[in-house]
């Protein structure tokens, strides 16, 4: 009688448990949706001066998100979604369209062509032997670093930090209206999540939103639900144009996209997959990583990464696919809610933005003290990310401090094969993008 009693509770338990994860996962995969929507915004935004149509590029945006996030969940059993990276898409447009002559058309050729890339890379040895190759404190530099150039985003989107001619930046107004209300609505974020309130990314968004609108920031008369035309897509899908793929230019282009792809979602992956505990399992979601890009390419919008608004959903508890299959029908959803989505201020994502980088920074803290060679690249890595506004600058300058220092003082010894590689390949990317006049 008592084993049936013990075996019944332990199955209500059970049940009790999952419902409560399935409750938890759902409510942090709308968090990592809300926190990171301004991305089908702003990444339009960018793609305009590409020559590429808004509403185009909103729904390229869109259809990219939601099926690479829907294959991150259902293959790899990950809460991650993937969106067209910020700073890759400028690029995409102001570099590899504005800059080097290629037409937005054949950049989709690239992108495409990218995304095999790196999904071999990823499909192979190739990719543990880079991850046992990096030394383990660079490797959390990245995440520091990208961590501060997500609240250095943050505060710049909130009106915080400003430009300074002067000092280049400083400290902005907080009488201005947006930026009160980033202040305002990142406090209740950190009070919340203090108190380890359920969910309290999402209902900071939801109360931010709503003192925009007694605050004037947002008017509810901005809703326009015939504004927007879905028809759009059939101007980007398979756009992508390979007729001049041997030429140097979009030769350059493909390299510039798979180095800055590759190592970008590297380092922000590695960081989210530790935070949940599943860094062994590495392999998995960055080959989907390599497959959204090529996602990307036939949709027609810019190169994707492993979103480091992740982090939110993180912080409330997502673990698994049940978020990211949550985000990604959201992401879906958002088709016909744009005109709703478009509602939520700059005031209030940016104190999300500048959450997310808290988080991220805390990585530094993992970091174990070497020699001095060790801390230059590490303080590399992690200023020249934000100070450049470029993952990949700061990646790249750090490694190859790091390799070459050794080798200066001795040590080649201990620098593994594939980090020769790595420092060759972005001094090569450096002198490459030197030569054709490429700044990004």
Request: glycine content about 8%; overall charge neutral.
């Given at each position: 009688?008592?084993?049936?009693?013990?075996?019944?509770?332990?199955?209500?338990?059970?049940?009790?448990?999952?419902?409560?994860?399935?409750?938890?996962?759902?409510?942090?995969?709308?968090?990592?949706?809300?926190?990171?929507?301004?991305?089908?915004?702003?990444?339009?935004?960018?793609?305009?001066?590409?020559?590429?149509?808004?509403?185009?590029?909103?729904?390229?945006?869109?259809?990219?998100?939601?099926?690479?996030?829907?294959?991150?969940?259902?293959?790899?059993?990950?809460?991650?979604?993937?969106?067209?990276?910020?700073?890759?898409?400028?690029?995409?447009?102001?570099?590899?369209?504005?800059?080097?002559?290629?037409?937005?058309?054949?950049?989709?050729?690239?992108?495409?062509?990218?995304?095999?890339?790196?999904?071999?890379?990823?499909?192979?040895?190739?990719?543990?032997?880079?991850?046992?190759?990096?030394?383990?404190?660079?490797?959390h530099a990245i995440t520091v670093g990208v961590g501060f150039f997500i609240l250095f985003i943050g505060l710049q989107k909130s009106g915080l930090v400003v430009a300074n001619e002067?000092?280049?930046?400083?400290?902005?107004?907080?009488?201005?209206?947006?930026?009160?209300?980033?202040?305002?609505?990142?406090?209740?974020?950190?009070?919340?999540?203090?108190?380890?309130?359920?969910?309290?990314?999402?209902?900071?968004?939801?109360?931010?939103?709503?003192?925009?609108?007694?605050?004037?920031?947002?008017?509810?008369?901005?809703?326009?639900?015939?504004?927007?035309?879905?028809?759009?897509?059939?101007?980007?899908?398979?756009?992508?144009?390979?007729?001049?793929?041997?030429?140097?230019?979009?030769?350059?282009?493909?390299?510039?996209?798979?180095?800055?792809?590759?190592?970008?979602?590297?380092?922000?992956?590695?960081g989210q997959m530790e935070a949940i505990d599943r860094s062994d399992e590495f392999q998995k979601p960055f080959k989907i990583a390599g497959i959204s890009n090529m996602i990307a390419?036939?949709?027609?919008?810019?190169?994707?990464?492993?979103?480091?608004?992740?982090?939110?959903?993180?912080?409330?508890?997502?673990?698994?696919?049940?978020a990211a299959f949550t985000s990604g029908i959201l992401f879906l959803l958002s088709l016909f809610l744009i005109p709703v989505l478009k509602l939520i201020p700059n005031g209030v994502?940016?104190?999300?933005?500048?959450?997310?980088?808290?988080?991220?920074?805390?990585?530094?803290?993992?970091?174990?003290?070497?020699?001095?060679?060790?801390?230059?690249?590490?303080?590399?890595?992690?200023?020249?990310?934000?100070?450049?506004?470029?993952?990949?600058?700061?990646?790249?300058?750090?490694?190859?401090?790091?390799?070459?220092?050794?080798?200066?003082?001795?040590?080649?010894?201990?620098?593994?094969?594939?980090?020769?590689?790595?420092?060759?390949?972005?001094?090569?990317?450096?002198?490459?993008?030197?030569?054709?006049?490429?700044?990004?």
């Amino acid at each position: 009688m008592d084993e049936r009693l013990n075996k019944g509770l332990k199955e209500t338990n059970n049940r009790v448990l999952q419902k409560n994860n399935f409750k938890t996962e759902v409510l942090a995969g709308v968090t990592t949706f809300i926190a990171s929507v301004y991305i089908i915004m702003t990444n339009a935004l960018i793609l305009s001066d590409a020559g590429i149509s808004s509403d185009a590029a909103m729904i390229a945006t869109i259809f990219t998100c939601s099926i690479s996030t829907i294959l991150m969940g259902l293959f790899s059993d990950t809460p991650l979604i993937v969106v067209p990276g910020m700073g890759i898409n400028s690029l995409f447009t102001y570099t590899i369209v504005n800059s080097m002559g290629l037409s937005w058309q054949e950049a989709l050729g690239a992108v495409f062509i990218s995304g095999i890339i790196f999904t071999i890379i990823a499909s192979t040895k190739i990719t543990p032997i880079l991850m046992k190759s990096i030394p383990s404190n660079l490797k959390h530099a990245i995440t520091v670093g990208v961590g501060f150039f997500i609240l250095f985003i943050g505060l710049q989107k909130s009106g915080l930090v400003v430009a300074n001619e002067n000092t280049m930046v400083s400290f902005g107004n907080i009488t201005n209206k947006e930026t009160l209300l980033s202040i305002i609505t990142l406090l209740i974020i950190l009070i919340l999540n203090a108190r380890n309130v359920s969910g309290n990314l999402l209902i900071s968004i939801v109360i931010g939103t709503i003192l925009s609108l007694f605050m004037g920031v947002t008017n509810l008369s901005d809703l326009d639900f015939n504004s927007f035309n879905i028809s759009a897509l059939s101007d980007v899908f398979l756009a992508m144009s390979f007729k001049n793929m041997l030429t140097m230019p979009f030769i350059v282009a493909v390299f510039s996209i798979s180095i800055v792809i590759v190592f970008e979602n590297m380092g922000i992956l590695y960081g989210q997959m530790e935070a949940i505990d599943r860094s062994d399992e590495f392999q998995k979601p960055f080959k989907i990583a390599g497959i959204s890009n090529m996602i990307a390419g036939v949709f027609g919008t810019s190169p994707t990464i492993v979103a480091a608004e992740n982090f939110s959903g993180i912080s409330v508890g997502a673990k698994g696919k049940i978020a990211a299959f949550t985000s990604g029908i959201l992401f879906l959803l958002s088709l016909f809610l744009i005109p709703v989505l478009k509602l939520i201020p700059n005031g209030v994502i940016s104190s999300v933005l500048i959450f997310i980088g808290f988080l991220m920074i805390q990585t530094f803290f993992d970091l174990k003290k070497g020699d001095l060679i060790d801390t230059i690249s590490v303080i590399f890595i992690i200023a020249l990310i934000p100070f450049t506004y470029n993952i990949v600058n700061g990646i790249s300058i750090g490694f190859i401090v790091y390799t070459v220092l050794n080798v200066a003082c001795g040590k080649r010894k201990e620098i593994s094969i594939p980090m020769y590689v790595l420092t060759a390949l972005f001094i090569l990317s450096f002198i490459m993008n030197v030569s054709m006049g490429i700044v990004h």
